[in-house]
């Protein structure tokens, strides 16, 4: 039995990425500290291990895409958060899920929508004959707004770049916008509200994306459970699956 040791090379060539990474983002002096090269490898773990599929684990990629967030100090986000939260998935989707940002539990473990809201989000993917690591999961903004408070718009604009390149690596299918924040990341801020415009198809970019309520909502309020999910049989609908009966009845 062949036993393989850690690579060092991977190993150092990752951090001289990250380092190089640093010094073109007008950082003088690079502050490898172990807090930033320990946010570095998880973001990497986090794209070798369903964070970002089959991408390369280094360089560009998804994977290149978490490691500059990882390192980045870009809005006052990147002061209190704990972790980056670059979203996780396929590297393949048809679907990609953008939401607003990280909560706590997000925070605290740097993967997307794995809090309650995460668990209801994991519960329609099941309602829709999917599992999590078939499609991508993400956010408009990669790091915790402090007291989950709305992110502003300036800290949207300074991480929407991330999201960007998410979106071409993936090409998903079909994008699903949840909530009114997700929503106003991607297309501006003079749409109606979401109760207004949830169910009916926008183009992003070219890709077809459905705005819907965000999981967090349907906490609140349980009712509007069936709008969502006559949104997502839309979704099923258009990329011509079949649709599900959900199982019981939330
Ligand atoms: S929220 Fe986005 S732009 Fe702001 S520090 Fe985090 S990764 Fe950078």
Redesign the pocket.
Known sequence: MTHHPPKKKDIFDAVIDYVQYLQTEDTASAEVSVERLTAFRQALSSNRSGGGGSAPASGGGLAGVAAR?AA????????T?TN?VPGQGSATPEIMFVGE?PGADEDAQGLAFVGRAGQLLTKIIAAMGMTRDEVFIGNI???RPPGNRV?SPE?ME??LP?LHEQIDLLKPKVIICLGATAVRGLFGGDLPGITKIRGQWRSYQGIDTMPTYHPAFLLRNPPAKRDVWNDMKEVLRKLGRSVPEPKGKD
């Open positions: 967030v980045c100090r870009k809005c006052p986000l990147g002061q958060r980056t940002g903004v990669k790091c992110p800290e300074a991480c991330y």
